[in-house]
């Protein structure tokens, strides 16, 4: 079992880290005022190779393994945990049309994300259940050689400013339940569409909102793979996007930490720096071995979705347990900084506020959980 990364992993994460001190960084807050994520970073992350880095080089991306997909959302995330969405969605989505479009339609799709010309979304969630994906009732129709959309998807991230979305409709009928759900990925410039956005306490760069899809007529050929096979598609990757999910937020717990860190060495106390005292650098030490084991379990994920091993398990311990580590952590960071940490001047509230939400986004703790109890017990551990 190797731990260290390769040199070309090493080189990548060298570039990932570069940009992102470099351009991220220093606007981490202006973002979150901005309430965007500037299309010329978006290019200059494509230029890069730092968009889809794991998808098919034939079609754009890099084609390397998913354990490098994760250390570059880890680096970008240190930054800015709202832009690394777009590393994040755009390896879920391009791994969906690379193993289910049409190489024609993959290579114009994947192509857009690579390069940054393409802002993609994940329309899974509705009004009525997020955890329940199987009973969504948004309704995709089949009408000659197009489909008609009619519905609503909510809780959208880049509800206001994605080009196009990954949509999960039903095109069966409601008693199929997962069988009837199928897999779209749709332009968002067709007429009949609306958009909102929420008023969130965190990742306002990326946004989150609600779609409404009135009478939308979108292309036949937009339809991944066959009809009723959306479910299946979908919950494979996110095996994929939990893990990446996990080296997101310990991206952000890594730089706070760092950052507390270094003000022990610098902040005085009766004559001492106050990491001259066992109330300071312990609880640090402890939020030092958390970080370490929950990055160790991310990682050993992705290692295992290289290897084609079985890894619904270990993704859904890494989706509850990351967040909540990185999140503890921050708050850690964040008194220890005392009376300043407090302020908005230092971007640790803001990274603690934009970590929570991935306590909630892509699966509760309460459903990873019953998804490991299920994958060690069986069904018996999910009654309906």
Request: with cysteine; glycine share 10%; net charge negative.
């Amino acid at each position: 079992m190797e731990f260290a990364f390769t040199e070309e992993q090493d080189a990548i994460r060298d570039t990932a880290r570069r940009f992102a001190n470099d351009r991220l960084a220093p606007d981490f807050q202006q973002r979150e005022l901005d309430g965007k994520i500037g299309r010329g970073l978006l290019t200059e992350m494509g230029a890069l190779g730092l968009i889809g880095v794991d998808l098919p080089e034939e079609y754009g991306g890099l084609g390397l393994d998913c354990v490098t997909s994760g250390i570059v959302v880890e680096e970008i995330a240190a930054a800015d945990l709202s832009v690394s969405y777009i590393q994040l969605i755009g390896s879920l989505n391009g791994r969906l049309l690379s193993d289910h479009a049409t190489p024609e339609f993959a290579a114009r799709a994947i192509g857009a994300i690579c390069s940054g010309r393409s802002i993609t979304a994940l329309g899974l969630t509705e009004p009525r259940g997020g955890s329940d994906a199987a009973g969504m009732i948004l309704r995709a129709r089949r009408d000659g050689e197009d489909y008609v959309l009619n519905g609503e998807k909510t809780s959208i991230s880049f509800s206001t400013q994605a080009d196009e979305i990954m949509l999960f409709a039903r095109t069966g009928s409601e008693e199929e339940k997962a069988r009837g759900v199928s897999t779209f990925y749709a332009p968002l410039d067709a007429a009949g569409i609306t958009r909102t956005a929420f008023n969130d306490m965190g990742t306002t760069a990326v946004g989150r909102g609600s779609l409404f899809f009135d009478d939308v007529r979108i292309p036949a050929n937009c339809l991944l793979g066959e009809e009723g096979a959306g479910f299946r598609q979908v919950m494979h990757g996110f095996d994929f996007s939990r893990a990446l999910i996990g080296l997101q937020v310990l991206g952000a717990a890594r730089a706070s930490l760092d950052e507390a860190w270094q003000y022990s060495t610098e902040r005085e106390a009766f004559g001492n720096p106050i990491a001259a005292y066992q109330g300071v650098t312990q609880p640090l030490a402890e939020c030092e071995t958390l970080y370490e084991a929950a990055r160790l379990l991310c990682f050993k994920t992705l290692f295992m979705r290289d290897e084609d091993i079985t890894h619904t398990k270990e993704a859904a311990m890494v989706k509850w347990w990351a967040p909540k580590v990185a999140f503890d952590i921050i708050h850690q960071c964040l008194l220890t900084h005392g009376h300043y940490g407090y302020t908005k001047d230092l971007p640790l509230e803001q990274r603690m506020r934009d970590v929570l939400g991935l306590q909630i986004g892509d699966g509760t703790a309460q459903i990873q959980k019953m998804i490991i109890a299920r994958e060690i017990v069986g069904r018996i551990a999910v009654p309906y």
